[in-house]
């Protein structure tokens, strides 16, 4: 045969080749997720996912972006600057009820059904508040406005006496509020664990009361969300992703309190191993409560907060339900 022909057939085929397999190689390369998170207890399973190889073994690579709150990752979410974002219920029912298409796809963290819990209205060491009508008049601190830490709080208020109106909110990040308390900027705040833990064994600050509990007892505090949109192009992402997940949820249930467990929640809250020990971490579920989250609806609109019908439905893909 040709040297020349026998030589161009061999092209050809490499070539043919080299078009079998490069769908194959592409279909290898993992999907990149950008997810926002807030480095809190709540987003623990996620961290869990990710060092422990499980969103790797479902082909996906998670960059986590940190923001200071649940809902100004939100934005985020509309504009497409990430895929994947940890939020609350409250801002996450608000986003979806303007339009902007948010639909829960896990969840992240619900409170126990008895305190102590992870969130807490606490208040400088000494100032003696016990009601909601003791903190009318007074600066209260909340990570972000219209959130599940603000709506809970006015909630709680108002179910212990006082009126939500006659206070007044400002929005601090978590690790700033108990410089806030000592310097007198504020007189109570809304604080999450790890912060909460730090503040209440040091002395800085004291209990009032336990908002959630007192409210809706075993709450679904925060999820993690999509938007429709994004689901609809990428449901086997969204499957992958949950998945993943799941494996994190029941590796933090199955290792509570081990060294290894502390080691990760140092790991990205910066708490020394002794902090952690005393931390109040109810454990994770692998499914979002659908009678919760249109309990919190409910309150939504007593608070004046939704201006449109909203069920829990509209806002929960399959992907965060029990399947019957």
């Not at 026998?6 to 079998?20: D, E, F, I, P, V």
Request: aromatic share 6%; with cysteine; charged share 20%.
């Amino acid at each position: 045969m040709n040297i020349s022909r026998r030589l161009g057939q061999l092209l050809a085929g490499c070539a043919a080749s080299l078009m079998l397999t490069m769908p194959a190689m592409a279909a290898d390369q993992p999907v990149k997720l950008r997810v926002s998170v807030v480095p809190i207890i709540d987003t623990a399973a996620l961290h869990a996912a990710i060092k422990n190889g499980y969103f790797a073994q479902e082909g996906l690579e998670v960059d986590t972006t940190p923001t200071a709150g649940g809902a100004a990752g939100l934005p985020a979410l509309a504009a497409g600057q990430v895929q994947i974002t940890f939020s609350n219920i409250v801002s996450i029912v608000l986003g979806a009820n303007q339009g902007l298409g948010f639909k829960i796809i896990a969840p992240a963290a619900d409170s126990p059904a008895q305190p102590p819990e992870a969130t807490a209205l606490i208040a400088a060491k000494g100032k003696g508040y016990k009601t909601g009508k003791d903190l009318e008049g007074k600066k209260i601190a909340v990570n972000n406005r219209s959130n599940v830490i603000w709506l809970y709080s006015r909630a709680w208020i108002e179910a212990t006496g006082g009126n939500p109106d006659k206070t007044t909110y400002l929005e601090v990040p978590f690790p700033q509020m108990l410089d806030a308390l000592k310097s007198g900027q504020i007189d109570a705040g809304v604080l999450v664990d790890p912060f909460l833990t730090s503040g209440l064994s040091s002395g800085t600050a004291e209990l009032i009361g336990w908002p959630f509990h007192r409210v809706q007892p075993g709450l679904s505090v925060s999820q993690y969300v999509a938007t429709d949109a994004y689901i609809k192009e990428h449901p086997e992402v969204i499957e992958r992703f949950v998945r993943a997940l799941r494996k994190g949820i029941a590796w933090m249930n199955a290792n509570a309190g081990t060294p290894e467990w502390e080691a990760l929640i140092s790991s990205f809250t910066k708490l020394p191993a002794e902090r952690i020990k005393t931390l109040h971490v109810a454990p994770y579920k692998e499914f979002v409560d659908p009678v919760s989250v249109e309990k919190t609806i409910e309150l939504m609109r007593k608070h004046r907060m939704l201006d449109q019908p909203i069920t829990a439905k509209d806002v929960m893909y399959k992907t965060s339900l029990a399947q019957p």
